[in-house]
């Protein structure tokens, strides 16, 4: 029973990893096939599609920062490990969910949005600013969803539990 606080904070670092990156994946993949049918009428647009593809990839940064933060406070890194109760590995894995629910459920949906936006881009290449804002309001999801992590993992650190 004294390890399952460990446990539970260990699965939340692996969410806070593993969702927003597998997210991230999918959508970088999903836009850059997108991005490379603009690129082969257009070769110009290159610089243009390339940012529209790497949009959906920042999810997983948040989520690697997100687990690294967490890996840190639960003495993962650094200290050689420490003691956690049942109660405070919930509240770690608790604090990893929204970067991680919201990191896959967003890198995503902001690959859809972003072939959209490269769609266009390809036939309406000065929209490109206003292609940007598109996936750019999805992004702000995923940031507000970093900040509640964040801001959870820090108020973890402080419970005496």
């Known amino acids: 029973?004294?390890?399952?606080?460990?446990?539970?904070?260990?699965?939340?670092?692996?969410v806070a990893a593993f969702l927003p990156g597998w997210g991230s994946a999918v959508g970088v993949g999903l836009a850059g096939q997108s991005?490379?049918?603009?690129?082969?009428?257009?070769?110009?647009l290159f610089s243009k599609?390339?940012?529209l593809q790497l949009l959906p990839g920042t999810q997983g940064i948040y989520g690697l920062l997100i687990a690294f933060l967490a890996m840190s406070s639960i003495g993962l890194i650094g200290s050689?490990?420490?003691?956690?109760s049942l109660a405070k590995g919930i509240a770690y894995f608790g604090a990893c969910l929204p970067i991680g629910v919201?990191?896959?459920i967003s890198a995503i949906?902001?690959?859809?949005?972003?072939?959209?936006?490269?769609?266009l881009v390809a036939k309406r290449p000065d929209q490109f600013g206003k292609a940007m804002l598109f996936p750019a309001m999805v992004e702000t999801y995923a940031i507000?969803?970093?900040l509640v992590s964040l801001l959870a993992i820090i108020g973890v650190n402080s419970l005496q539990i």
């Open 1 to 14: 029973m004294d390890s399952l606080g460990i446990v539970f904070a260990v699965l939340g670092v692996a």
């Open 35 to 44: 991005a490379s049918a603009a690129v082969s009428e257009e070769p110009t």
């Open 49 to 51: 599609v390339l940012i």
């Open 80 to 84: 050689g490990g420490a003691y956690i």
């Open 102 to 104: 919201v990191g896959l």
């Open 109 to 119: 949906s902001q690959a859809r949005v972003s072939i959209s936006s490269i769609n």
């Open 144 to 146: 507000l969803s970093l």
